[in-house]
């Protein structure tokens, strides 16, 4: 069967899901028409109850978008993320294995594990990121930064995405790990087409393709582990080889799946946050003046950058056992997501929450998930967001966007929301 | 007067809490927030539910 016609089936007769309400037409997280504007379909999703069920490729999937509920869903411990709890038929559980789907391998990684296997590996690299190993690195971020917008002096238009968004995270992220950041268009290159396949569980030439990356990134981590082991540096690379051979705290397929983890979700999701948030202040021009004016506004800015604009639309878990979800009695092993994208703009808890301000009060976002899933990245990925905005606008004295905002080039489906290109006109500041 | 209450089970020290509230909690040599002091003056209550707002797992409370 394929795809298209498990989407013209009934999800609410689905006895696990039965009663709860269809998600509007609109409602389709594979579109790029709904990636570019979700948040017209969202408010009424938000405002008809806020749980809503639609036909996934793998069976129904329960849509929660009410700020209450989102948080409640990520905090919960009804709920799991290891597939290897479904019953070995549960389609959900093709594509995830290492044969199917190349974002899995032999171990799982923390984003698909719970407490307490989870606790223990995020423990042993959660030392890297913590906001005081982040705020050293801000020298280094400021340089790359720098040493990036060098590359593309002298040039009046310059593309966001390819001068800083989309290299500036792999450099970071490659730096830490310890790993040669020359090497950093082929890490792109592989994180890209895994995504890429895991976004068309249909697509079998996406998913060969992104089959090929794992294994060429997997061969390239086995021989840097290799070499970590006989001579240890500082990097992050070599701490968990530490641990790997300090006795059972992580094994060898452990510390592979982890490194693979870091690379890419050190990536994309950075890339996105730059990209969406330079859009939307870009698009506010007076927020820009503000800006100008106050520079000290950058780390706000950033945070209304996440609420406003962020780079994943939202997160799943699955139901341990039958329960209520927001209110509604739903069956087990149920997928269930939380819409991240809609809980912050939820007027019970983000006052008028379509402005875009960089100088509100307190700035509350769930765009870095919640639970013991929060983003591992968060404090790193706001540094690197903010230091390389600082940067830019230090650089130059004017920056335009050099196409029509409703013009945006999204990149299309899945989980994730982000831009082709950012077109920007740029004037070079001049005398200092 | 309200004191704030770590849960060193719950907590994934992400940080969170200290970098919106430094003043309120400051990491240990595990990274766990540990509050600067036992009570905290009134005063100080949106402050506080700042910082346990902030934390993704739910590791911070107020008690009296």
Redesign the interface.
């Known amino acids: 069967m394929t795809a298209t016609d498990d989407r013209t089936q009934d999800p609410a007769a689905d006895p696990r899901v039965e009663g709860l309400r269809h998600a509007p037409g609109g409602y389709d997280p594979t579109s790029v028409d709904y990636v570019a504007d979700p948040h017209e379909v969202l408010r009424q999703m938000r405002e008809d109850g806020g749980v809503h069920v639609y036909q996934a490729h793998q069976g129904p999937r329960v849509v929660l978008t009410r700020w209450a509920d989102v948080e409640a869903l990520?905090?919960s411990k009804d709920v799991f993320k290891d597939v290897r709890k479904l019953a070995p038929d549960d389609p959900r559980r093709v594509g995830v294995l290492p044969d199917e789907n190349p974002m899995a391998s032999a171990a799982p990684s923390i984003l698909g594990l719970d407490a307490p296997e989870h606790?223990r590996l995020?423990?042993l690299v959660?030392?890297a990121f913590?906001?005081?190993a982040v705020e050293a690195l801000t020298p280094r971020i400021e340089e790359i930064a720098d040493r990036l917008l060098d590359e593309v002096a002298g040039q009046d238009e310059i593309d966001f995405m390819e001068a800083l968004a989309i290299p500036l995270p792999v450099i970071v992220i490659s730096e830490m790990l310890g790993v040669d950041p020359e090497d950093r268009a082929q890490f792109k290159q592989w994180s890209l087409t895994m995504v890429n396949s895991d976004l068309r569980p249909d697509d079998h030439d996406r998913i060969r393709r992104g089959r090929a990356a794992r294994q060429a990134m997997r061969a390239y981590f086995d021989r840097v582990v290799a070499q970590r082991r006989e001579a240890p540096g500082e990097d992050l690379i070599s701490a968990l080889v530490l641990a790997e051979e300090e006795g059972d705290r992580l094994t060898h397929e452990e510390t592979l799946t982890m490194l693979g983890l870091l690379l890419n979700a050190g990536n994309l999701t950075t890339t996105d946050l730059l990209g969406n948030g330079l859009l939307a202040l870009l698009s506010h021009p007076g927020q820009v003046e503000a800006l100008r004016e106050r520079p000290e506004l950058m780390a706000n800015a950033v945070e209304e950058m996440l609420r406003y604009t962020p780079p994943v639309l939202g997160t799943g878990r699955t139901t341990a056992h039958p329960q209520e979800v927001a209110g509604c009695p739903v069956g087990q092993h149920v997928s269930v997501s939380g819409s991240v994208i809609s809980a912050n703009r939820d007027p019970e808890v983000v006052e008028d929450p379509d402005r875009f301000d960089i100088t509100r009060d307190?700035i509350?976002y769930l765009s870095?998930?919640?639970?013991?899933h929060?983003c591992l990245g968060?404090?790193l990925a706001r540094n690197e967001a903010r230091l390389t905005l600082e940067r830019l606008f230090h650089r130059y004295s004017d920056i335009r966007l050099a196409v029509d905002p409703a013009q945006a080039e999204w990149r299309g489906g899945g989980a994730f929301r982000g831009l082709e290109r950012l077109p920007l006109r740029v004037t070079t500041r001049t005398g200092g | 007067m309200p004191r704030l209450v770590v849960d060193r089970d719950t907590c994934?020290?992400?940080?969170?809490c200290?970098?919106v509230q430094p003043r309120l909690l400051q990491?240990d040599e595990e990274?766990i927030p540990v509050p600067t002091a036992e009570e905290f003056p009134e005063e100080d209550r949106e402050a506080l539910m700042?910082a346990v707002?902030a934390c993704?797992?739910?590791a911070l409370s107020i008690q009296e």
């Open positions: 990520l905090r606790d995020r423990r959660n030392r913590t906001p005081r307190e509350r870095f998930g919640g639970g013991i929060f968060a404090n | 994934m020290s992400s940080g969170q200290y970098m990491p990274d700042d707002h993704p797992t739910g």
